[in-house]
């Protein structure tokens, strides 16, 4: 204690009182909630545009593997340590999976991918993608593998010319975007491709094989996606346009994200289409 030198009183010292202090740390913690609760979707968009742009670079990729190899890459499996796989058999069962680029003979060099619709994944570790996982997966930014679909188009003999191919041997079968040198064969043999692609993008959820009376995004070579934030991995979906996403057939959906209750959406899609692949074949002068 001490004394002022003209009163000689003792002065009080003065503090924070314990109420002062809690009401201190009240506000400080409203502040720092409210900091966090802004930061939040912030945090959700910058991971919407990562992924963006992830699945943009792999599209490219997709593209480069396509001037080398004068085809698509085909989808990783969950077997395949983010490398494409294919069929040992042409027809029936698919058979053991190959990993390596298919040889003259067996079924995969027909083209015939391992990977049934909506189960194959971008095959990270063959196009040499960055933000592989342990098993050769590349991830999209909720940590969850990044889906590639290509088309399940066929052809036969008469549209794939040169000797030596699987294909030029009696009726026998291919799949033209994926076999050794497919584009490119069928290309020389017609011009172009000698089916469109069975791959479609839709406005929203359709019925049967296409887009039917829903308006037609595109009819694309192939495409890459992400299920988003909400982890929609597997059916059921949270609404008929996730739905789309999820099921066995070659039918997609994109539009901008929405939370609508009965149709929650934020499925990333992105594709190439057939024409800008021969477009991009053609500048490189891999096609004439």
């Known amino acids: 204690m001490s004394f002022d030198s003209y009163s000689k009183t003792p002065k009080r010292q003065h503090g924070f009182s314990l109420v002062e202090i809690s009401l201190v740390l009240i506000i400080a913690g409203l502040a720092l909630g409210a900091g966090l609760a802004a930061l939040g979707p912030q945090l959700q ?23 080398v190899n ?3 890459p085909c989808p990783a499996t969950a077997a395949s340590s983010g490398r494409e796989s294919f ?4 027809t029936g069962a698919c058979g053991a999976e190959a990993f390596v680029p298919p040889v003259i003979t067996a079924g995969s060099d027909r083209g015939r991918c391992a990977a049934t619709p909506n189960a194959g994944f971008l095959p990270a570790a063959t196009l040499g993608m960055g933000g592989q996982r342990a098993d050769g997966l590349a991830v999209d930014a909720w940590a969850l593998p990044v889906r590639y679909a290509i088309p399940n188009t066929t052809n036969t003999a008469a549209n794939n010319p040169p000797p030596g191919l699987a294909c030029n041997t009696g009726a026998a079968t291919c799949w033209p975007y994926t076999q050794v040198d497919g584009i ?16 479609f993008v839709c406005a929203a959820a359709a019925a049967g094989a296409n887009c039917g009376a829903v308006a037609q995004r595109a009819n694309p070579a192939f495409v890459v996606y992400s299920y988003g934030a909400n982890l929609n991995a597997t059916p059921p979906a949270l609404g008929a346009d996730e739905a789309e996403n999820t099921d066995a057939d070659r039918v997609y959906v994109w539009h901008e994200r929405n939370e609508v ?13 057939y024409e800008q692949l021969v477009a991009k074949m053609q500048g490189n002068g891999v096609l004439p």
Not at 87 to 90: F, I, L
Not at 187 to 195: A, D, E, K, L
Not at 261 to 273: E, H, I, M, Y
């Open 45 to 67: 968009a910058r991971k919407y545009s990562e992924t963006e742009k992830q699945l943009q670079e792999a599209s490219d990729l997709i593209l480069a593997f396509a001037m």
């Open 261 to 273: 209750a009965s149709n929650v959406f934020d499925d990333l899609v992105a594709w190439r289409t």
């Open 184 to 199: 490119r064969n069928a290309f020389y043999g017609s011009g172009s491709m000698p089916n469109t692609s069975d791959i």
């Open 70 to 72: 004068r085809r698509l």
């Open 87 to 90: 069929c040992t058999n042409a």
